[in-house]
Every structure is written in C-alpha cells, then in structure tokens.
C-alpha cells in the first residue's frame, strides 16, 4: 500500500540556519504529494505542493522538489525563523491523503 | 466561505457513553475525510465520502465508529461505548471531486474519555 516515511524530530535549530526535512514514499501510480503544517493550537495547513515528477512547490520560503527517481519530496528552507516552529507532515494522495507521523521543528532565537 | 468547520472542538466523555461529532466541509468540496491524530503521530485515515457515499472505511474504524453524510454536505462520526484508547484528535477535511488534489482541514475535534 501507500506510506510515507519521514525524518524523526524534534530538529532543533538557530535562527537564520538551514532546515532540510527528509520524506520519501512509496507508492502505486503518481500520486500528487504535499508538506502541510500544523503551528501549535492550530489545525493542519497545505504548506506546499507538487503534482507531478520534477515539479518544485514553493511557499513563504520553503522549497520541495518531487524526485521519482529517489521517491523523495524533501523540505528546504535557507534560513529558518522562530516563528516556523512547528510540526512538518509530508503527505502523498492518490484518492485519500496518507500522512507520515511528522517532524517537530524547533527555532531558537 | 470560511473553511471547513467542527463541532465541537472539545468533548469530555465518561467511559462507556456514546459521542457524536460535527463537520462542515467548504461549500463546493464533493469529498469529506475524517482522520485522527494521536500525540505525536500524524493523521490516520479513518472514512472518506464522496458526495452522500462512503466510498472507503479504514481497518482502524471498529464497529463501534459510524460516519454518515446524508445529504452530501455536512457529515457526523458518530463514537459507540467510548473506550479511553479512543481519546484523541478527530479531524476533518474536504476537497474538491478531483484525484491528487489537496485537501483542506478544520480545527479538530479533541475527544477525552475518561
């Protein structure tokens, strides 16, 4: 079946430093793939998406590029802030979203 | 439209009772899902719809768990004789009817059975 495997946290990190999240997953068929994010209290939000092979998502800073070759779609950013502390999903949908069990991230300043 | 919608957002139960819960997807969205979340873990599938069918359910959903969404817009997931293994966050999202598209999630449902 489908999965989605993804680094362990908690990453902690310096303000201004590099993030990278590693995902990869294993799946039938192209399914389209996304980073939501969850802030504490709040609910999940689409962070970014790729729909296809070789496809770069992008948002607030964040980068993903959808590798079929590797089965990857891992998280950049150059230069994380405090306020991006929070908790990472990589996810992948085909007719439902399957989750991987997501990636605290924490920022100090 | 302001997003999808859960009711309530948090429910304390005794063991044993019987809990019903609320989602209102965004308006045009076909499909409605429903996930639970444990500390520490991301979502699991638990039932999708599409329109007024429930077209998939997980293993994970015993037969004290029913959904329904009778007239393919709001949806409930409705909890039989509550156990405390089922306290967690109940969440909800919908999309719009196309494969591979995303989906968008309401603010959950946190179940607490003591």
């Known amino acids: 079946g489908n999965s989605v495997t993804q680094m362990e946290g908690p990453v902690t990190l310096s303000e201004e430093a590099f993030l990278t999240i590693n995902c990869t997953y294993t799946a039938t068929g192209y399914p389209s793939l996304f980073w939501y994010v969850q802030y504490p209290g709040e609910g999940l939000q689409l962070l970014l998406k790729a729909t296809k092979a070789d496809d770069k998502g992008s948002n607030k800073g964040f980068e993903a590029t959808y590798r079929k070759e590797t089965t990857s779609f891992h998280l950049e950013k150059g230069s994380v802030q405090v306020s991006d502390s929070a908790v990472y999903f990589c996810a992948l949908v085909t007719d439902k979203l399957i989750f991987g069990t997501g990636t605290r991230l924490q920022v100090f300043p | 439209d302001t997003g999808v919608s859960q009711d309530p957002r948090h429910k304390i139960t005794k063991r044993g009772q019987n809990v019903t819960f609320r989602c209102d997807p965004i308006?045009?969205?076909?499909?409605l899902y429903w996930y639970r979340q444990t500390l520490g873990q991301g979502p699991e599938f638990l039932t999708y719809f599409q329109n007024e069918a429930q077209l998939e359910k997980s293993r994970l959903l015993s037969d004290r768990f029913s959904a329904e969404r009778p007239k393919g817009s709001f949806s409930t997931l409705e909890i039989q004789r509550t156990e405390q293994g089922d306290s967690a966050m109940y969440l909800c999202a919908s999309s719009l009817l196309q494969e591979n598209t995303e989906a968008f999630f309401g603010q959950g449902t946190r179940l607490t059975v003591v």
């Open positions: 308006s045009e969205h076909n499909r």
